[in-house]
């Protein structure tokens, strides 16, 4: 899977758009581009995917550079409730098998400031 | 409620007890996974289950044994414990890895220390 590389740490105010950028330089054409986040040491949380077109969902949008190499993650009104850890993975379209696990990096830690 | 959940949710043991830490899913998925979260690590597999009876290695199965009798359970085994294995434990399901836009669910987790 290719890597992602995310910055450390965000803040945003609350009621705000967060927008939470990933590079993904070396993504392949068959590799979806995930997020998920973790609020303080509780199970991971699945965001939304994308593979090539912007996504939107209840919780967030994706948003997918035309050349797949970076993408962002728009949380629309943020609130407290969305300080969290938020990974951004890459993994292959179809699994043959393996290991199948997703891979979590040291993601981008999201501050909502009142 | 769809739900994967986990028990216990903290366990305090000591070195070499065996112990078992149960994992349930109730969305009829084919896929389960355990993970391990260690502090500048981040999550780490530890084994997985593509449908029942069916178990494989992830990066890291030392120390653990896993078993998928039933389709919703899938429990991880500790047979005799060390205090390397104290970390955050989050068992995880999907519908199938067959196609990876299926998403995970991930379980509230699991702290264990073993001392």
């Known amino acids: 899977d290719a890597k992602t590389t995310q910055p450390p740490s965000m803040d945003c105010a609350e009621g705000r758009a967060a927008n939470l950028p990933c590079n993904h330089s070396t993504i392949s054409g068959n590799e979806y581009v995930y997020w998920y986040r973790q609020i303080h040491s509780q199970g991971p949380q699945y965001i939304i995917h994308g593979l090539k077109n912007n996504e939107t969902n209840e919780m967030a949008s994706l948003i997918i550079t035309e050349d797949r190499k970076s993408s962002t993650l728009i949380l629309p009104h943020a609130t407290l409730r969305d300080t969290a850890v938020y990974y951004c993975i890459v993994r292959v379209v179809y699994s043959g098998g393996g290991a199948d696990g997703l891979t979590f990096g040291k993601g981008t830690h999201l501050i909502i400031q009142p | 409620e769809a739900q994967v959940t986990q028990n216990p949710r903290y366990l305090i043991t000591v070195t070499g007890k065996k112990l078992t830490v149960t994992c349930s899913q109730n969305?009829?998925?084919?896929?389960m996974s355990w993970y391990r979260q260690d502090p500048g690590l981040g999550l780490r597999q530890i084994y997985y289950?593509?449908?029942?009876?069916?178990?494989d290695k992830g990066d890291v199965p030392e120390g653990y044994k896993v078993s998928r009798k039933e389709k919703r359970n899938f429990p991880l085994i500790l047979e005799s414990p060390s205090p390397n294995q104290t970390s955050l434990y989050f068992c995880?399901?999907?519908?199938?890895?067959?196609?990876?836009?299926?998403?995970?669910?991930f379980g509230p987790g699991t702290r264990l220390t073993v001392t």
């Open positions: 289950s593509m449908n029942v009876e069916v178990t």
């Open positions: 969305m009829n998925h084919e896929y």
């Open positions: 995880a399901s999907s519908l199938s890895t067959r196609q990876a836009s299926y998403e995970q669910y």
